[in-house]
C-alpha cells in the first residue's frame, strides 16, 4: 500500500502510516547502504545466527537441528578450547577441557557430525571459530559445503588471528604466520568464488578484553588494515578482498552508542577504504556487518538478563546489522541450556517482526542525540588510528605490546563507574534483590556430563586413527608442510590432509614444521 506513491505501512493497532524511509542520508557510505538495502522490503532484519558449540559433534548437531527449526539461518560453531589451540582430544593438553567452552572438533568426519542435522536448502551461511587454524577451520566448511552440493551457502568464518595476540590468548605462530594464514584463506575463497566472509575482523574481543568499543573499533580496522595490505601486495583486487570481509563490532552498555557504533563504523571504513586505496565509497562493496547481542550479563538473577539481551539485540538492529547473535540468559553460568539458547533466538525474531522496530529502514537517522554521538565517535576512532599509523602499523602495533597497553590502561572502566555510582547496574548497585536465591533464576541447570565427552572423544579419536591410510595421510601433510615452507596458498594441501584423516593436531604440526623450514 502506498501514501502519496510511497511504499508505508499500517501493520499497527493504530493504523499509522509507518514509512520505509523518512529522509535521504547524508553520507556517501550510509546512502550506498540504504541503497542497497531497500532493494527488498522490509523488515530491514539482520540473519539470524547461532554460535554454537557443547560436547560432542552429536551434541552439537542436535543443538544447531532444534534451533534451525525455530529459526535460525546462520551458524557459527563455537569450538572447544584444545580445537582451538590445535590439539586433539587425547592431547595431555586437552585433559578436562574437552567439550567444554565449545565442541570438540578435530577431523573432518567431526565437522560432518556436526552439521548432519542441519536442513542445507535452508541454511544461509555456515563457518567456525578458528582464529589461529584459518585454513583448518575453512578448510572443514568447505569440505562439507561441497559434499552436500550446497554452493550457495555462505561463509562466515571467524578467522582473524590479529586480535588473539591481545585479546584471547589462543595465537600459536607468530604474527607474521599467523597474518599469512588468514590471507590464504581470503585469497582462497577469491580463487574459488566462494561467498560470503572468509574472515571476520572482530571489534568484540578487543572490546571484552578491556579497550573499550572505540579503540576496540581502532584496533580493528589497523588489523584489517594488514589483512587487505598483504592481499593487494599479493595483487589482488581491494574491491574483491573487500567483498570477503565482514567486521564484527560491539558495545554493550548503551543502546545508542552501539546503533551509532555501527553506523559510524561504516562511514569512517568507506573513508578509509577512500584514501588508502583510491576506491571511491560508490565503487566499493557495502561493508558487512556483524554483531552480538550481549546485555551486560551476570551470574546474579540471570532471568534479569532477558532484558538486557533484548535492548542489546535492539541496539545492533538500529544499527543496521547484517548478521546477529544472542547472548543466552544463563552464559555467564554455564554452556546455555536448549532452552535459553532457543530464546535468545526469539528475542532476536520477536524485536525484527514485532513493535515495527524495523518497519523503516536506520529509523534513528535524523536524531539529534544520535548524530552528536556519531560526531563523537568518529572524532574519536579516527584519532586512535591515527595513534595506531605512529606505532607502526597493527602489525608493529602486536609485536611491540602499543596494543596490550592499550588494553591494559582502559580495563576495568565498566567496574569503576559501578563502584563509584557513575553507572547503574539493577541487581547489583541498585535494587538489589533481598532474597537473591531464589528470584529470577530461571530453570537453567547443566546438561552435559563433560568426564563422559572426554572419555567418548579419546576413543573416537583413536578408532579415526586406526582405520586412516598411513602412507596417503604421510603424503598429504608433507605438501601441507612444503606448502608452508614456500608461498603456496595453504588451503589445497590442508583440505587434501583433511580428507585422507589428518586431524587439526597433524596439520598443525606440519604447518609449523614448514614455517620453521
Not at 590439539?87 to 567452552?101: I, K, T, Y
Not at 565427552?453 to 612444503?482: F, G, I, P
Request: hydrophobic residues 40%; contains cysteine.
Amino acid at each position: 500500500m502506498s501514501v502519496s506513491g510511497e511504499k508505508v505501512t499500517f501493520a499497527n493497532d493504530g493504523k499509522v502510516p509507518i514509512r520505509r524511509s523518512y529522509g535521504e542520508h547524508s553520507a556517501p557510505a550510509l546512502r550506498k547502504w540504504a541503497a542497497e538495502r531497500t532493494e527488498s522490503p522490509g523488515p530491514y532484519r539482520p540473519r539470524f545466527m547461532v554460535y554454537s558449540g557443547l560436547g560432542s559433534p552429536e551434541m552439537t548437531a542436535e543443538r544447531l537441528g532444534a534451533l534451525q527449526e525455530l529459526g535460525a539461518e546462520s551458524f557459527l560453531l563455537a569450538a572447544d578450547l584444545p580445537s582451538q589451540l590445535g590439539c586433539d582430544p587425547d592431547h595431555e593438553l586437552s585433559f578436562a577441557q574437552v567439550g567444554r567452552a565449545g565442541v570438540s572438533c578435530s577431523t573432518l568426519d567431526d565437522f560432518a557430525a556436526i552439521c548432519a542435522q542441519l536442513d542445507f536448502e535452508r541454511v544461509e551461511s555456515l563457518g567456525m571459530l578458528a582464529n589461529s587454524l584459518g585454513h583448518i577451520g575453512m578448510g572443514m566448511v568447505a569440505c562439507v559445503l561441497r559434499d552436500q552440493g550446497a554452493t550457495d551457502v555462505r561463509l562466515v568464518m571467524q578467522n582473524d588471528p590479529l586480535k588473539e595476540f591481545t585479546a584471547r590468548g589462543t595465537e600459536i605462530h607468530t604474527p607474521e604466520q599467523a597474518l599469512r594464514i588468514a590471507c590464504d584463506c581470503i585469497a582462497y575463497a577469491i580463487d574459488e568464488n566462494l561467498g560470503g566472509a572468509a574472515i571476520t575482523v572482530c571489534s568484540n574481543h578487543l572490546d571484552v578484553a578491556g579497550a573499550g568499543p572505540v579503540v576496540a573499533l581502532a584496533v580493528a580496522f589497523g588489523n584489517a588494515i594488514e589483512y587487505v595490505d598483504e592481499l593487494v601486495r599479493r595483487g589482488y583486487a581491494v574491491a574483491d578482498v573487500l567483498t570477503k570481509m565482514m567486521f564484527f563490532l560491539n558495545e554493550r552498555s548503551d543502546l545508542f552508542v552501539g546503533a551509532s557504533l555501527f553506523r559510524t563504523a561504516r562511514m569512517i571504513w568507506a573513508d578509509m577504504v577512500r584514501e588508502r586505496y583510491g576506491l571511491a565509497v560508490e565503487d566499493q562493496p557495502v561493508m558487512s556487518l556483524m554483531g552480538y547481542a550481549h546485555g551486560l550479563e551476570t551470574a546474579d538473577e540471570p532471568l534479569v538478563n532477558v532484558p538486557r539481551i533484548t535492548l542489546a539485540v535492539l541496539s545492533s538492529m538500529l544499527g543496521g546489522v547484517d548478521y546477529l547473535c544472542a547472548s543466552a540468559y544463563d552464559e555467564a553460568l554455564r554452556i546455555p541450556s536448549l532452552d535459553a539458547a532457543a530464546l535468545a533466538l526469539r528475542t532476536m525474531e520477536v524485536v525484527a517482526h514485532e513493535h515495527g522496530a524495523l518497519t523503516s529502514l536506520d529509523p534513528l537517522d535524523g536524531s539529534h542525540k544520535l548524530a552528536a554521538i556519531d560526531e563523537y565517535l568518529q572524532t574519536q576512532v579516527k584519532a586512535e588510528l591515527d595513534r595506531l599509523n605512529e606505532a607502526g602499523g597493527a602489525l608493529a602495533a602486536v609485536k611491540s605490546g602499543y596494543v596490550k597497553q592499550l588494553i591494559d590502561d582502559r580495563r576495568g572502566t565498566r567496574q569503576r563507574q559501578l563502584e563509584q555510582g557513575e553507572r547503574e547496574m539493577v541487581g547489583t548497585n541498585i535494587l538489589r534483590s533481598p532474597d537473591r536465591q531464589s528470584l529470577f533464576t530461571g530453570s537453567s541447570r547443566g546438561e552435559i556430563d563433560f568426564a563422559e565427552v572426554e572419555e567418548s572423544m579419546r576413543k573416537r579419536m583413536q578408532a579415526h586413527r586406526e582405520r586412516r591410510d598411513e602412507e596417503a595421510l604421510r603424503k598429504a601433510l608433507t605438501a601441507v608442510e612444503d606448502a608452508a615452507a614456500g608461498t603456496a596458498n595453504l588451503l589445497p594441501p590442508t583440505i587434501a590432509a583433511l580428507r585422507a584423516g589428518a586431524t587439526t593436531q597433524d596439520i598443525v604440526s606440519a604447518t609449523r614444521e614448514g614455517f620453521d623450514r
